[in-house]
Structure formats: C-alpha cells, structure tokens
Nanobody, 127 residues
C-alpha cells in the first residue's frame, strides 16, 4: 500500500509559479512511476505529467510542455514545478503512483496505469 500526500497548492496570479509536492507516506516510490493529473470544475480528470522510477523519462501533456517540470526529490517525493500559470490551469491536482512492469508498458498518460492516488490539492490561477 502506498499513501500519497500532495502539498503546495494555493492561489496565484496569472504568470506566477507554484511548486506541488507528492510525498509517499511510510515508504518510498521504489519501482513506481509517479504522475500528476488535474480536474477542473465540470471537466474530466486529465493527465499533466509523469516521471519514471529511474527519473530517466518524463512525459507531459501538450498543454503544459515548456511551463511545467516534474522531478524526483529523493526517494520519497516527486515535485511539479509550475511556471507561467494560466487561469485555465485552475484545477484540483492529484498525484498517483503506478508500479512499473514490462507487461504494463509506459502509457503513463492513462489513469488505469495508476494503482494509488492522493486526495488532491487545489490550484487556483486568477486573471
């Protein structure tokens, strides 16, 4: 069992930055890829970014490429640095962990890949 705790959300003006953190409580992320998803009011949850256990590979949604950076900070934490924020980035952000196996492949943009989810943290970008 992996318990995930997100932090770092808040209110920021357009053009500003926020840094989200996802911490694994009670254990490390060993062998788990970690992804960030978001859900805006009235919309479906969507993929934002993911990073493999080794940190060698990262994946981003087109809407955040060049603005967001996902990184591993030690064995227990994965961060999402969000720059040049836009009002359309407003959403609840969730981190999730996916056990990496050869059979499951690397479709880290798909929700079904993920075994564990955090409770979410609100990000609000004002115009």
């Amino acid at each position: 069992q992996v318990q995930l705790v997100e932090s770092g959300g808040g209110l920021v003006q357009a053009g500003g930055s926020l840094r989200l953190s996802c911490a694994a409580a009670g254990r490390t992320f060993r062998r788990y890829a970690v992804g960030w998803f978001r859900q805006a009011p009235g919309k479906e949850r969507e993929f934002v970014a993911a990073i493999t256990w080794s940190g060698s590979n990262t994946y981003y949604a087109d809407s955040v490429k060049g603005r967001f950076t996902i990184s591993r900070e030690g064995k227990n934490t994965v961060d999402l640095q969000m720059n040049s924020l836009k009002p359309e980035d407003t959403a609840v952000y969730y981190c999730a962990a996916a056990l990496e196996t050869t059979a499951r492949g690397t479709r880290f943009g798909q929700e079904w890949m993920y075994d564990y989810w955090g409770q979410g943290t609100q990000v609000t970008v004002s115009s």
